[in-house]
């Protein structure tokens, strides 16, 4: 029996590690891709040359994401096979389907058009590489649909029936729309827009620190702080939403994410404490009377229930505790960082160093923030795969705890190399791009974007090319 416990917690870990990895690309091509729309549009409009400039560097970025997401999740989807084939003979009749929708209709949306938007500037018109870039974001965020909407009908499962222990949907609606699907979608797409934020402000900053003051490096950087500091409190917004359809959902994840042991009212929010699950208590705890009730029921004599209401059904506790703080902490820094930097540059006009090294520090804070709130939605789900109907441990395969553990080192040690390489690259395009502004800025007439030389051709100035009479 220790043997299999063993091997189910490894084949967790070994899922854990690929979707934490996986997660993280798709993160930012959701929100990239409308930013790059953004960039297009914005020159389309006679913003100057600066907004394409900032396009031609940010689509590399986009496309080095995408490919690593791409192969990242294609990883992932083997372990339903090899470690979990008890998920899908359970519920592969619901998550099946919307699997098969996200390839269909999101992924070949995207792969459809990221030819024209990667490699288009200059050889269709503005108009049809416009469209191009839209239609790729619009693919990237009905992917976020799809997947979310199982990921959340596991949470919230609705719409279906049971028949010799496998799940059948009755109302599909019901299921895509579930009660969860709503909030968790919504904060989703907030956490990819700020990943992008703070990812496009702090490569900017880190540029503008370097010396580096072209129009699309201004463009970029103000783009992403104001895009940061008008979404972070809408995310706290959501959040909140979001935690109370959790409560009324999720109870267990809920005490788990707050550290409330015995059911109470006037509950306190618990602001530090060291989770003891063994005493069924927290040590050392700080905490400030009757809070948890006033944020979560609304009341500050609001009944919240308790751990011990769910003895043996409730997820392993200081985890969740922590990565629900993890991820609160970063959220206000975000708030900090965002409205103090956009504050200084309408002061200034420009970032002051104080500003610039802070948005540089909070590059990949997105991330950190991200990977917290998803440790929350998924260890907080457990011992349940899906919610009051697949347990974990009823999904887990036999294979042997050996194997999964090589697995898993050869994982780690993989992603490791590769989040290592990606962050690297994309540092080395932003100096790329730099020393390529200082060559243009010294002899702008061997410019080989204005000369049209090499792959990102010019696009001619005035009239659009159909308007000219050339070819699309």
């Known amino acids: 029996m220790e043997a299999v416990g063993d091997a189910v917690m490894l084949a967790r870990v070994q899922f854990a590690a690929n979707i934490t990895f996986h997660i993280l690309f798709p993160a930012i091509t959701i929100a990239l891709a409308w930013v790059l729309l953004y960039f ?52 592969g009749n619901i998550a099946g389907p919307l699997l098969a929708y996200e390839v269909l209709t999101a992924f070949f949306l995207e792969a459809s058009f990221l030819g024209i938007m990667l ?9 049809v590489h416009t469209l191009a870039t839209f239609l790729v974001a619009a693919g990237t965020t009905l992917s976020a649909f799809w997947i979310l909407a199982l ?8 719409g279906f029936e049971m ?22 979608f919504t904060h989703m797409v907030i956490a990819s827009g700020l990943t992008t934020a703070f990812l496009v402000a702090g490569v900017s900053a880190w540029r503008w620190r370097r010396g580096e003051r072209g129009g699309d490096v201004r463009a970029a950087l103000r783009t992403g702080v104001v895009m940061a500091a008008t979404l972070i409190p809408l995310q706290i917004v959501v959040g ?23 059911t109470q009212r006037g509950a306190a929010a618990v602001l530090f404490g060291l989770p003891d699950e063994a005493a069924q208590r927290n040590r050392y705890e700080v905490a400030i009377p009757g809070l948890a009730s006033l944020y979560l029921g609304h009341s500050w004599d609001a009944e919240i229930r308790g751990l011990k209401d769910f003895p043996g059904a409730h997820p392993p506790v200081a985890p969740v505790f922590w990565a629900f703080r993890i991820m609160v902490g970063v959220g206000l820094l975000m708030l900090a960082v965002s409205w103090y930097a956009l504050w200084d540059m309408r002061r200034r006009g420009e970032p002051g160093p104080l500003a610039s090294r802070a948005l540089v520090l909070m590059t990949f804070s997105g991330w950190v923030a991200l990977v917290a709130g998803w440790y929350v939605t998924e260890i907080g789900r457990q011992p349940w795969l899906v919610y009051g109907v ?83």
């Open 151 to 158: 990921n959340s009908w596991m949470q919230t499962p609705v």
């Open 240 to 262: 909140d939403l979001h935690g109370l359809n959790t409560f009324h959902h999720q109870p267990a994840k809920l005490a788990a994410m707050e550290g409330i042991w015995e």
């Open 119 to 127: 490699f288009g500037v200059g050889r269709v018109s503005r108009r």
């Open 163 to 184: 028949i010799e222990g496998r799940a059948y949907a009755t109302d599909w609606l019901a299921i895509l729309f579930n009660p969860s699907f709503p909030y968790r």
């Open 40 to 91: 297009r549009v914005r020159y389309n409009r006679g913003g100057g040359d600066a907004w394409l400039d900032a396009y031609r560097f940010w689509v590399k970025v986009f496309a080095l994401t995408f490919a690593i997401g791409i192969v990242s999740g294609v990883t992932m989807s083997f372990q339903f096979g090899t470690n979990w084939p008890g998920y899908m003979e359970t519920v």
């Open 390 to 472: 697949l347990s974990t441990a009823e999904a887990a395969s036999t294979v042997p705890a050996g194997r999964i553990g090589l697995t898993l080192a050869m994982y780690l040690t993989l992603y490791a190399a590769l989040l290592t390489a990606f962050i690297s690259v994309v540092f080395h395009l932003a100096r790329k791009a730099g020393e390529g502004e200082r060559a243009k800025d010294m002899n702008p007439v061997n410019d080989p974007f204005r000369a049209g030389v090499g792959v990102l051709a010019p696009e001619p100035a005035g009239p659009d090319i159909e308007d000219r009479g050339g070819h699309a």
